[in-house]
């Protein structure tokens, strides 16, 4: 009984990604005929062919790969660097650092306020708006300072007495400690910046540097097409929709290849994350 | 031992000599050189934008700085007046309420739900795989989401409405119908974060003791008498912290998800503060009154917060602070 509750919630999850995959798949006479259900009619690759000679999906693509690499590598470096000194109980100031902090969580000014401050640094427009603002999580952070904590003082007093400098001890001891817990940020600070489009939504108007999600929203919506070389020189109606099918499908790919993988550490992450919160 | 860390204590809370306090920076420089960065990041990122709030009390300009523009009328609240006078506002706000609060009641219980009946297996590789499958949604972004839901409800292409159309049935209107929509945008986030919210109370199930169980068992207790007398009182604690969370939220709204779902034809139920904001702020330029509207909002979660929080205290449970 409950296997069978447990496949169907499976089947509901897997789904939409399927019928979608099929989508992307087959070719137009059988979607227009409305025969496509979870397994590609009329089988052909033409709709990812067509993405992949889209300059526009191209650039967008690199650029939000290269912005996800930066962005995760300056986030995971402000995380460590925020995180390791305040679990030493000897720093003054530790108590006034963490209220700072933790009211951040609590309130913030809102859309607006933070709108005129990226005018005000002259970020509207600017690349560094995607990059900068975002580049460090409170929560991620708390997870990597709790995950500190854990690890033994003796290790960290043994270097001490060696002469080690506490950049020495981040590099030398905290940092080897936890790598699975620095691949699972990784992984968040990966993810929210390839699904995030809002910052780029309000605050990029240049098209050229839009993030991938908000092309693909602008595609959705019609906004923007997927340019289409038919041989009669316009588009049938049921191209557009594998077409829509494969631009989905295929910006998914990068993080289901990858999340699988991390499933152990992320588990014990988000229980960090929620005992201390 | 004791009294040694006591004495310590004792030594610390004493004001610093200058020698003391050159050893003290000679010795700790590094860890504030470190600290550097993330704090100017949330001083310029998180607390300068606080300064703009004062917007909220003023006249907006675009060629005066924040303290050169104009006081609002009526001491100041005219831009909060005005925004409870705004139709558009007040609809927001009905949506917010409605939606959040349909939200936890709806959408909730679910996790906790599919925790439980992840901890009834006994397979491994078959409780691994309903994992990593469940997580999957939460993933994917909400435009991607948004694809597939256009593809899956469409009326006329539409995976389900294929099959309602083959059964004889009559095509619903997912996305299109302010009704429908509702169910549509509840049905999504749980689809979207039931899967990951389980684990929180997975962890939490695996703290309880195994001895417990066995007691019951020998006891002669059932499977369900276990769940319900052992495992729901276990993660019991868990629950509250998220709920008090949850509740705190309850005029809270995330930007991705109502703004990609929406549509000019479900408006009336779709709209909600946050997207208001965006319209009428980043679109529509009334920065005053948009900051007004935000600063209501952050206000009142925190408000919220702390009424929840006050209130499970009262029921006896731990809260969050």
Redesign the interface.
Known sequence: M??V??VL??I??????V??LA?SLSSNEY?IR?EV??WPKGFNTSAYTTVFKDPKYLRSFGWTAFLTFVCTFLSLL?ST??A???I?S???GRKI?NV??TI?M????????????MQN?KLLDNPLVLI??G??SVYN?IILRSFFYGIPDSLREAAEIDGA???TI?WNVYIPLSKPVLATLALFYA?GR?????DA??FMKKEQFYPL??L??NI?QNVNQIEVTTQEGFSTPGLQ?SI??A??MF??VP??CI??FL?KY??QC??IG?VK? | MARARKQEVQKEKKPLTKEELWI?VKR?W???L??L???L??L??????????L?AFKKYSIVQSVAEMPWAKNHGFEYFLKAFKNKDFINALRNTIFLNLLDIIVGFPVPII?AL??N??RLKF?K??????????H??????I???????FSP??G?IN??I?KLGGETIHFLDDPNNWVKTYIGLGI?QSF??NS??Y??AISGISPELYEAASVDGANRFQKMWHITLPGIRP?IV?LLI?ALGNVLGSG??RP??LQNNLVMKNAEVI?TF??KY??KGLQ?SL??AV??F??IA??FF?LLANWFSRKMGERG?M
């Open positions: 409950i296997v509750i447990c919630i499976m509901i999850c897997l789904l939409p990604m019928n979608l989508r979607l409305h259900y979870l402000m660097l925020c390791y000194p305040l030493f000897q720093l003054k650092f700072i902090i951040t609590f309130f913030n000014a809102g859309t607006i306020p933070n709108y005129l401050l640094l900068v603002p580049c460090l952070m400098s506490y950049w981040l993810v390839w699904n995030g489009y809002s939504l309000m999600q908000l693909i929203y959705l929709e829509r099918a631009v989905v910006s998914t993080i289901l999340y699988p499933q992320f588990i988000v229980t929620a919160e | 003290y700790y590094q860890l504030y470190l600290l960065a993330p704090m990041y949330f310029i990122f998180k607390y300068s934008p606080m300064y703009y709030v917007i599919f009946l992840l009834e297996l078959f691994k795989t309903v994992q990593t499958v469940a997580y999957m949604p993933f994917l972004s909400w435009v991607i948004y694809g597939l839901a256009l593809q899956v006329n292409t995976l294929m099959v159309e689809w899967g990951w684990i929180i997975l962890a868990t912290v969370l930007f991705d703004y990609v946050s904001v965006y702020g980043i920065f948009t900051t935000g600063l909002q952050s979660n925190v917060l969050i």
